[in-house]
């Protein structure tokens, strides 16, 4: 976009424009180093964004990517119930889902307006998932609530702070509710703290360059986002593309949970229709309309990649609709605080479909998304709660493999360090690392599964999961094997009990118990007898694979450490002939039999 106003400067526009990155990079910085809790501090599951003095949002920080696309609806709602009402040193906090433009209740809304003298000059906006809300179990995600009013604390929009002035009765309020108010407390003031931080470079912005100059340069950032997005629409072909995917189910017996897209392009305009996408459900796994639109935004986002300003601009050309009463936009009172899975699922489903109007720009699905397992309990009359996001592994992409042990594109966050979760919890981790034979064939692998084994210590506590990728695995693009699946094992004594991937119950834990979490491992692209010998041989010697693996899924053979040209091509030949390469069973035995998991009957 060229912008033609006379007293544009390029230079000053990209001074401010970086500035404002800055200040929301700022505010996650402060974040992270003066939150209590590791799920904030280590996990990193929180976002920060900037909003203009209409609630616009102008810049985000590098922090969860699914989480951005959600400030638009908390501003507009704090924006239209306050409006007149808003005074230098007011703070807004907010979790509700169902009028306060929240996603789910762990996930805490803290925003400051910015003053310069008596006038609003933007909104400092922060976003933290918190170790605790109170609810059914440690940790606040358990997937067996049937409605909200047993998933913890519901904070309607209040004033945290007053004209300067925090309101002890909130804080109170919220301290009584949650099992470790210590590290909830911390975490709300570490937001306030990141939203005074972004407060003083924006008025240092403006006593430099003037209001009316740095939004005059704000509004050019937004219609340059829609610019960028506009033609980055027009680039695809127009159409209608669809695209099916599921998650497994819900408890012991599960029926499949469908994700239907429809997505539209005509022009520079994409209509995303989720229409067709199962309905909501009794467990607590129903994502509000803001998570939707959110991944929706997300996706055509990554189109992009960088260059592009982080404003609400690049999201007004993508229209989202999402039915009410489905798993994608439910109605009061479901429950929704282990919602993070249909984001997850929701962003695959649409890739799915853009990889159709797009071949060869979309990667093959990655781990599913993060993992969230939580444990509580009491250890010598303290309450401990462990929550944590498990990551992960990317598919293969058109042009390379897939990345081991990496975040989601979904969420920019990070596997708690074994040392510190060790010294703040009555756990051990015992086991932690890659699993041999995992992800998904192709010519270019998919990532490889990750997995966890945690050890009570404590003399009892509750387990709670939300995972998934069992029964339907990360898809395959372009020829390229689906991912392999996920399980949670618990091992008590010498018995192996396999748990479903989304329980409709706790599991209680006494000491001595261990629960060992495999995430599915990613899916592959182009197919797997396109993939060069020597990658092959490299991953083995890596012990990434075994030979075995090698030879009957990739019909290499590799025999005391080398490669067996001759052999090799003989193999692929039979292969070919027989289709044994596209069977999509042979590399999921081979993992199990690594993994060492007995599919039978339950103990």
Not at 349 to 376: D, F, M, Q, V
Request: charged share 20%.
């Amino acid at each position: 976009m060229n912008i033609r106003r006379k007293d544009f400067d390029a230079i000053t526009f990209e001074v401010v424009r970086n500035a404002l990155d800055s200040l929301a990079d700022e505010m996650a910085l402060i974040l992270m180093r003066s939150a209590y809790s590791p799920v904030v501090r280590d996990s990193m599951d929180y976002s920060t964004a900037l909003c203009d003095r209409d609630g616009n949002m102008v810049a985000q920080g590098l922090t969860t990517a699914l989480h951005l696309g959600s400030f638009p609806d908390a501003m507009k709602v704090i924006i239209e119930t306050f409006k007149d009402k808003i005074y230098p040193g007011d703070v807004f906090i907010s979790n509700d889902p169902y009028g306060g433009g929240g996603m789910h209740l762990p996930d805490i809304y803290v925003v400051k307006p910015i003053f310069n003298g008596q006038t609003i000059e933007g909104f400092a906006t922060t976003l933290v998932h918190h170790t605790d809300i109170g609810g059914l179990t440690p940790g606040g995600t358990a997937v067996h609530a049937t409605e909200i009013f047993q998933e913890g604390l519901c904070i309607p929009l209040l004033k945290l702070y007053e004209s300067g002035v925090p309101n002890e009765a909130v804080l109170q309020f919220v301290g009584k509710n949650v099992r470790v108010p210590k590290k909830v407390l911390g975490d709300l003031r570490a937001q306030v703290s990141a939203c005074n931080g972004a407060e003083r470079g924006l008025l240092r912005l403006i006593a430099r360059y003037g209001a009316d100059t740095v939004h005059s340069y704000i509004g050019d950032m937004h219609r340059l986002a829609e610019s960028r997005m506009r033609d980055e629409i027009r680039r695809i072909p127009d159409g209608t593309y669809d695209f099916t995917d599921c998650i497994d189910g819900l408890g012991e017996n599960p029926s499949k949970i469908v994700f239907k897209v429809k997505v539209t392009i005509n022009g520079d305009r994409a209509t995303v229709d989720w229409s067709g996408t199962s309905p909501q459900v009794k467990a607590a796994i129903n994502a509000p309309g803001p998570f939707i639109r959110s991944a929706t935004y997300l996706a055509f986002r990554c189109l992009i990649g960088g260059g592009m300003p982080n404003t609400v601009g690049y999201m007004r050309p993508i229209t989202v609709i999402a039915p009410l009463g489905s798993i994608v936009n439910p109605t009061h009172p479901a429950a929704c605080n282990a919602r993070g899975i249909v984001g997850f699922r929701a962003l695959d489903t649409l890739l799915g479909a853009l990889a159709k109007a797009i071949p060869g720009r979309i990667p093959a699905a990655g781990e599913g998304g993060a993992t969230n397992p939580s444990i509580g309990g009491l250890e010598k009359g303290q309450a401990f709660v462990f929550t944590e996001t498990v990551l992960g592994s990317w598919g293969g992409r058109p042009d390379r493999d897939g990345i081991d042990g990496a975040a989601n594109l979904a969420a920019n966050q990070s596997n708690q360090p074994i040392e510190m979760i060790e010294a703040d919890n009555p756990l051990q981790i015992t086991r932690y690392g890659l699993v041999q034979n995992s992800g998904g064939p192709g010519q270019y692998r998919g990532g490889l599964a990750i997995e966890r084994e945690y050890k009570l210590n404590a003399s009892e506590a509750v387990f709670t999961i939300r995972s998934d990728r069992r029964v339907y695995p990360p898809y395959g693009l372009a020829g390229g094997l689906c991912g392999t699946p996920s399980y949670n094992v618990l091992h008590r004594n010498k018995i192996a009990t396999i748990l479903p991937a989304l329980p409709l119950e706790k599991t209680d834990l006494v000491k001595g118990d261990r629960i060992h979490h495999i995430q599915p491992g990613a899916g592959g692209y182009g197919d797997p007898l396109l993939r060069e010998p020597e990658k092959v041989l490299q991953d083995v010697l890596d012990e990434k694979q075994t030979s075995s693996y090698a030879a009957s899924v990739y019909g290499v053979v590799i025999a005391r450490g080398k490669l067996n040209h001759v052999a090799t091509i003989k193999l692929r030949k039979h292969m070919k002939a027989t289709s044994r390469a596209k069977s999509g069973t042979t590399h999921i035995e081979h993992f199990l039999a690594v993994a060492k998991i007995r599919l039978g009957r339950k103990k």
